[in-house]
Nanobody, 128 residues
Framework: QVQLVESGGGLVQPGGSLRLSCAASGFTFDYRTIGWFRQAPGKEREGVSCFSSSTGSTYYTDSVKGRFTMFEDKAKNTAYLQMTSLKPEDTAVYYC?????????????????????WGQGTQVTVSS
């Protein structure tokens, strides 16, 4: 069964860190772009960052650039989103996706607008 499972969310104080995991089963990330997306209450889903498993190239939206880092552990077939210097505005449900597309802002925009093919996500709450 082809599946992505997000985990690692939680409650953290402003300035804190979290590492989210995106575990793949039934397929590998080879030749795919892995994307992280988030949806805050009352807001549309937005793309956060992406990582090309083939080239290692990355893209981060301005709001997370310098604070979030994506990487992959091929042996575990898992991708990660390391989040530091967290802010209250980072509070959202975070989702991952893996698609045969080029990692880019365009990919994040197009993919975030799709209403289907999302997992359960993992909740990140940044609050004091």
């Amino acid at each position: 069964q082809v599946q992505l499972v997000e985990s690692g969310g939680g409650l953290v104080q402003p300035g804190g860190s979290l590492r989210l995991s995106c575990a793949a089963s039934g397929f590998t990330f080879d030749y795919r772009t892995i994307g992280w997306f988030r949806q805050a209450p009352g807001k549309e889903r937005e793309g956060v960052s992406c990582f090309s498993s083939s080239t290692g190239s990355t893209y981060y939206t301005d709001s997370v650039k310098g604070r979030f880092t994506m990487f992959e552990d091929k042996a575990k077939n898992t991708a990660y989103l390391q989040m530091t210097s967290l802010k209250p505005e980072d509070t959202a449900v975070y989702y991952c996706a893996a698609d045969p597309h080029t990692c880019s802002n365009y990919y994040l925009q197009v993919r975030s607008s799709k209403s289907d093919s999302w997992g359960q996500g993992t909740q990140v709450t940044v609050s004091s």
